[in-house]
């Protein structure tokens, strides 16, 4: 992959897995700025063709500053899919109806990061969680499974670039063909990050999706990853 006319911005802060990911950009032929103070980007990357990879809030402040477009999956992506891919219960509600769920129960807020996502074993400890959030926020509820194992998989094109295990062991060809047949059977934006549970006694099972400019490798080679990491931000026009 040739990326001799593109910038890679990443924190300055050091962390093994991004550094890889530079490292290899570098290799490629792109150039890498590593920001501190980001939310006050330098006015030359205003004028240079730039990619972003870092957390959430690195790369959202970015995309303001610098006119980038980020590719993620929609929230609710969990709820478009067929029950084949689950292995469990997947609904939604609202906060109003939580009284009416059957406790205990896995919660998670649509939007990400409003409360802890997590099993719930009564109405009172998710009430307390969520105090102060408008009644009309929005959940996905998952009846409780156990993962035996777990796999990040990197997607482009809907194609799985590559795969690894970060809990637990497994054949990841046979997660790289299960990922591979869900995205035949979804729509899915230009590249995401899937992972992948392992159920007992039911098989492999879709956890969630990520946004590819924000996931970390979790054992993924960078050099297989880049071009979707490339992929997942742009000049927005």
């Not at 997660?175 to 934006?189: A, E, G, R």
């Not at 970390?216 to 071009?227: A, D, S, T, W, Y």
Request: proline residues 6%; glycine residues 6%; hydrophobic residues 40%.
């Amino acid at each position: 992959m040739e990326l001799n006319t593109y910038t890679l911005i990443i924190p300055d802060k050091a962390d093994p897995e991004r550094d890889m990911v530079a490292d290899y950009w570098i290799r490629y032929g792109g150039q890498v700025e590593r920001l501190g103070r980001f939310w006050e980007p330098p006015e030359y990357l205003k004028k240079t063709d730039v990619r972003v990879y870092g957390n959430e809030v690195f790369c959202l402040i970015l995309a303001q500053k610098l006119n980038l477009a980020l590719v993620s999956p929609p929230d609710d992506l969990i709820l478009k899919l067929s029950p084949k891919w689950l292995g469990r219960d997947i609904a939604t509600c609202e906060l109003s109806s939580i009284d009416n769920l059957p406790y205990p129960i896995f919660i998670k807020p649509l939007a990400p990061k409003q409360f802890e996502a997590k099993v719930y074993t009564d109405l009172a400890s998710i009430k307390n969680m969520t105090n102060g959030l408008p009644i009309e926020t929005k959940t996905i509820t998952s009846s409780i499974v156990s993962f035996t194992a777990e796999a990040r998989t990197f997607v482009l094109n809907n194609t799985v670039l590559d795969c690894e295990f970060y809990e637990g062991t497994g054949n990841t060809d046979e997660v790289i063909d299960f990922v591979n047949d869900l995205c035949k059977d979804t729509v899915l934006p230009r590249t995401c990050v899937i992972d992948v549970g392992f159920i007992a006694n039911s098989g492999y099972a879709f956890i969630e999706a990520n946004s590819t400019w924000g996931a970390g490798l979790n054992g993924c080679r960078p050099q297989k990853v880049i071009p979707a990491i490339f992929q997942a931000s742009h000049r927005a026009y």
